[in-house]
């Protein structure tokens, strides 16, 4: 079973731009996750989503939004960048759990941002 | 919301050393997880263990959930564990692992 993937794996931007992060989540799985790490913050969480409904959303300005798709497939956008978004962006997907609960997750190999 | 604190927060040793790091958590769990994170960024999944102990090969968890702690046992280690072990937790309903801040292990030839 092919694993978690992303793209791009790397991305160059600059401030003021925006941009879109894709993930494809482990087939069959239909929870997906987004985390942001930094070298200063470590890894934070970003949001979560189930059979496309955001169930939690992590504490970021209202720059970052996701999405998901009815394959689960899942994006993230971030407008207006500034130089602080840099970090590596890591998805992950959870293999359906009881009541739809929320269980292991798998991280795919995260796409690295960087904002000049 | 739940504290994840991991000790130590860099560790150094001679190849073929035992190790064993530290992950206590603030308030209940129902899901726990350890990671290591290669030079690429990539978190490999070690153990999903959210209470009693598992082994696989040359590393074995233990998570005592009643106190709120969970250990990492890295033994004979080899130059490849080098990189950083996480500690991620996930309390009922929330729907989001919180990591700790991680042990950067380097392993000395």
């Known amino acids: 079973k092919a694993g978690v993937t992303q793209t791009p794996r790397y991305l160059i931007k600059t401030r003021g731009q925006q941009v879109t992060l894709s993930c494809s989540p482990i087939?069959?799985?239909?929870?997906v996750s987004w985390y942001q790490q930094t070298p200063g913050q470590g890894l934070q969480f970003l949001f979560e989503?189930?059979?496309?409904?955001?169930?939690n959303k992590g504490n970021f300005p209202g720059r970052f939004s996701g999405r998901q798709f009815s394959n689960s497939r899942s994006e993230m956008n971030v407008s207006t960048l500034e130089l602080g978004d840099s970090a590596l962006y890591l998805c992950?997907?959870?293999?359906?759990?009881?009541?739809?609960?929320?269980?292991?997750?798998?991280f795919g190999p995260g796409t690295r941002l960087t904002v000049l | 919301g739940i504290q994840v604190e991991q000790s130590p927060p860099d560790l150094i040793l001679q190849e073929g050393a035992n190790s064993t790091l530290r992950c206590n958590f603030s308030?209940?769990?129902?899901?726990l997880q350890w990671f290591h994170q290669n030079p690429w960024g990539q978190l490999i999944n070690l153990f999903y263990?959210?209470?009693g102990t598992k082994q696989n090969g040359r590393l074995s968890a233990t998570t005592v959930a009643t106190e709120r702690y969970s250990l990492l046992y890295i033994s004979s280690s080899q130059t490849t564990d080098s990189g950083v072990y996480f500690c991620?937790?996930?309390?009922?309903?929330?729907?989001?692992?919180?990591f700790g801040t991680g042990t950067r292990l380097k392993v000395l030839a």
């Open positions: 992950a997907s959870s293999p359906p759990g009881l009541a739809g609960g929320y269980n292991e997750q798998f």
């Open positions: 087939s069959g799985h239909r929870s």
């Open positions: 989503y189930f059979s496309e409904t955001q169930r």
């Open positions: 308030d209940s769990v129902n899901n």
């Open positions: 263990i959210p209470s």
């Open positions: 991620a937790v996930s309390t009922s309903g929330t729907y989001k692992y919180i």
